[in-house]
C-alpha cells in the first residue's frame, strides 16, 4: 500500500489466511468509498468473523459444565443402590453384595471430572486465544482504516 499497489496488498491478504487479514482485505476492497461506509464495512465483518471465531465455543463449554452434573448423579444414584443394598440385606451385610454401588458412585464422579476438567481448560485456551485475535482484528482494522482514510486518494493513488 506504501508503493501504491492496492491490488497486490489485496493478493498478499488472499493467500494469508485468518480473520485479521480477511478484515485488512475488506477495507482495501472498499477503500475508494466514503469514510462512513469504509468504516461500516470493517466494522460489520469485524462482528462476523467475531462470531465464527465462537460458533461453537458455548457447546464446548455446556458439555464441560454438564459432566460434573451427570458424573454427580451417577454418584447419587450409586449411593442410592448402596442404601437400597444395605437396607434389603441388613442384618447380614456382605461388602461385595453393597460395593458395586459404591463403584457406581465412583466411577461416575471420576468420569465425569476426568472430561469435564480437560475440556474447561480447551474452553478457556481457546477464549484466549479468540480474544487475542479479536485484540488483532481491531488494531489491524484501526492501522489499516487510519491509512486508507488519511494517505490513500480515491484514485488509487498514495498521497505525497
Known amino acids: 500500500m506504501h508503493r501504491g499497489n492496492r491490488a497486490e496488498a489485496i493478493s498478499i491478504c488472499n493467500e494469508t489466511p485468518g480473520p485479521v487479514a480477511y478484515l485488512v482485505r475488506t477495507a482495501l476492497l472498499h477503500a475508494t468509498e466514503d469514510k462512513e461506509p469504509l468504516l461500516n464495512e470493517v466494522h460489520r465483518v469485524g462482528q462476523e468473523e467475531v462470531v465464527r471465531l465462537e460458533k461453537n465455543l458455548g457447546g464446548l463449554l455446556t458439555v464441560a459444565q454438564l459432566l460434573p452434573l451427570l458424573g454427580l448423579l451417577g454418584t447419587l444414584t450409586g449411593l442410592a443402590e448402596l442404601f437400597i443394598s444395605m437396607e434389603q440385606q441388613a ?70
Not at 463403584?103 to 469435564?116: D, N, P, R
Request: charged share 20%; glycine share 8%; net charge negative.
Open 91 to 160: 442384618p447380614l451385610i456382605h461388602i461385595g453384595d453393597v460395593s458395586g454401588g459404591l463403584w457406581k458412585a465412583l466411577l461416575t464422579s471420576i468420569f465425569g471430572l476426568c472430561f469435564s476438567i480437560p475440556l474447561f481448560a480447551g474452553y478457556h485456551l481457546l477464549l484466549s486465544r479468540i480474544e487475542r485475535v479479536t485484540r488483532q482484528m481491531e488494531v489491524a482494522s484501526e492501522e489499516v482504516c487510519l491509512f486508507i482514510l488519511n494517505d490513500w486518494s480515491p484514485d488509487g493513488e498514495v498521497d505525497e
